[in-house]
């Protein structure tokens, strides 16, 4: 049953809480945790008493991406001098742990890893990751960091993952995943070579499931996924049209009336990967290279220097974005969609322009 092909393992939640204890001693350990105004969000703890236990959330509102694509992240420092530029590349190699992160986010993960080329040390890398150009500022967050996600047994309000093929549970990519079983105790699944070593370095805190756990674990599964109702954002029929260009440029057009240029659904998204750079100076001899999030919602996004705009109207701006998204042309890139149903767009965009909403009005042909 388990990823790694390890048999699955129980673990107490007071144990649960003494392994985590044992990892703040020497990594950082990222959680969410209850932010000031109720909201739950990814965030280091000093204490695994900071953890939102409950679990009833879901999702965090942000997803877990700014700890491997900062929002704003120096590349490297320059200094000039008589002997010419002295260029100091600015990696962030710390060990870290993602603890209680979701299916979908740890597929946003993958998604990235193949935009990106990087990916978790002992996961096997395609052909198509090998000759790719790899960015060594994300490649080393995420190889340097573990994963222990956790399983999803009811879906949020928003939450449509089971029609993205991306939750809501794992079959790889994740060093450890945990369900809960019951109160007290949590089902755990070995998903790599890393979670095995930390079973194995912590022997005493796990025991292997019984015959009826496991059985348990698969009624479980197939329990949580009979909980999504709504079909709205089954996605094939609007890959296919978006794809063969058969959308109406209607449909961009009203939906660009609705549309504020916010970025929100962007920066929500945990597979959105947009970026600009610029050059920080300190005085005339030194300065900063620096990264920072865009959106292809943007009007200035597709800017060029000379002036030229080749998406200066919002409707180009919002077509594009569901090509990025949806089009095989990418998929066939990228290994899959960029969309894992996580549901934060219908959250944050007001105006409905959300992925369920317009997949919805692909499917039925609607122009408005």
């Known amino acids: 049953m388990s990823g790694y092909g390890e048999e699955l393992r129980i673990i107490k939640r007071k144990d649960l809480f003494t392994l985590m204890s044992r990892f703040l001693t020497d990594r950082e350990v990222i959680a969410p945790i209850k932010g000031h105004g109720g909201e739950v969000i990814f965030y280091p703890i000093e204490s695994i008493e900071d ?45 870290r742990m993602i603890f209680g992160i979701r299916p979908c986010d740890v597929n946003a993960l993958v998604f990235l890893d ?3 080329g990087g990916g978790p040390i002992g996961r096997k890398t395609s052909d198509m990751e090998m000759k790719s150009f790899q960015d060594n500022y994300y490649a080393i967050r995420r190889a340097n960091t573990f994963i222990i996600a956790f399983g999803c047994h009811q ?21 450890l995943q945990l369900t809960q079983m019951g109160d007290d105790e949590y089902i755990v699944e070995v998903g790599s070579a890393r979670g095995l070593k930390i079973v194995y370095g912590h022997e005493d805190l796990f025991r292997s499931a019984t015959e009826a756990e496991e059985k348990e674990l698969i009624r479980i599964m197939d329990e949580a996924i009979l909980k999504f109702k709504d079909t709205r954002a089954y996605l094939s029929k609007a890959i296919q049209k978006i794809t063969l260009d058969q959308v109406p440029d209607a449909l961009w057009e009203n939906l660009s009336i609705r549309c504020q240029d916010c970025g929100g659904c962007s920066y929500v998204c945990p597979t959105c990967c947009c970026y600009n750079v610029v050059d920080v100076p300190i005085n ?11 959106s292809c919602a943007f009007a200035g996004f597709t800017k060029m220097a000379g002036g030229d705009n080749p998406r200066s109207e919002k409707k180009d701006r919002l077509k594009r974005r569901f090509f990025h998204k949806l ?7 990228n290994g899959r969609h960029g969309c894992v149903g996580c549901g934060r767009c219908i959250t944050t965009c007001f105006a409905n322009i ?15």
């Open 51 to 95: 953890v939102a236990w409950d679990w009833t959330y879901v999702n965090t509102v942000l997803p877990p991406k700014r700890f491997f694509l900062p929002q704003t992240e120096e590349l490297f420092y320059y200094k000039k001098s008589a002997q010419g530029m002295e260029i100091t590349p600015t990696y962030d190699d710390r060990v």
């Open 114 to 116: 193949r935009f990106f």
């Open 155 to 175: 879906p949020g309000e928003n939450c449509f993952c089971v029609c993205c093929d991306a939750g809501p549970f794992l079959k790889e990519n994740f060093d």
């Open 284 to 294: 005339e001899n030194e300065g900063m290279r620096v990264r920072t999030w865009d």
């Open 327 to 333: 089009s095989y042309h990418y998929i066939e890139r």
């Open 354 to 368: 959300s992925m369920p909403a317009v997949v919805e009005k692909i499917r039925k042909g609607v122009t408005s």
